[in-house]
């Protein structure tokens, strides 16, 4: 059993900035890559950043510049440095991962539960 788990998510100021962890858990042989989705209310999740084992990094276009993900393989843990947030950034966060839970299984996608992301004045 894999779990992850969010959290960093909060209440911000339009320019300011946030940073977001995802914690894997549980019995595990391999993650492999990871991914940051959101989703608004009443909008399709949509992908925001996703990262490889070795570290090969892609961006939605909304977000690059202003949106860092990296990873700590040692942890088991992904990070989204969020900076220069804007009101349109405003959703529910979510970790995603491929993972292979036992020797010679195929890939299992395991989500997280969410971390709520608001930007407001």
């Known amino acids: 059993q894999v779990q992850l788990v969010e959290s960093g998510g909060g209440l911000v100021q339009p320019g300011g900035s946030l940073r977001l962890s995802c914690a894997a858990s549980?019995?595990?042989?391999?993650?492999?890559?990871m991914g940051w989705y959101r989703q608004a209310p009443g909008k399709e999740r949509e992908l925001v950043a996703t990262?490889?084992?070795?570290?090969?990094?892609n961006y939605a276009d909304s977000v690059k510049g202003r949106f860092t993900v990296s990873r700590d393989n040692a942890k088991n843990t992904m990070y989204l440095q969020m900076n220069s947030l804007k009101p349109e950034d405003t959703a529910v966060y979510y970790c995603?991962?491929?993972?292979?839970?036992?020797?010679?299984?195929?890939?299992?996608?395991?989500w997280g539960q969410g971390t709520q992301v608001t930007v407001s004045s």
């Open positions: 995603n991962a491929g993972v292979v839970v036992t020797w010679g299984a195929r890939l299992s996608d395991v």
């Open positions: 990262i490889t084992t070795g570290g090969s990094t």
């Open positions: 549980g019995s595990f042989v391999r993650i492999n890559t």
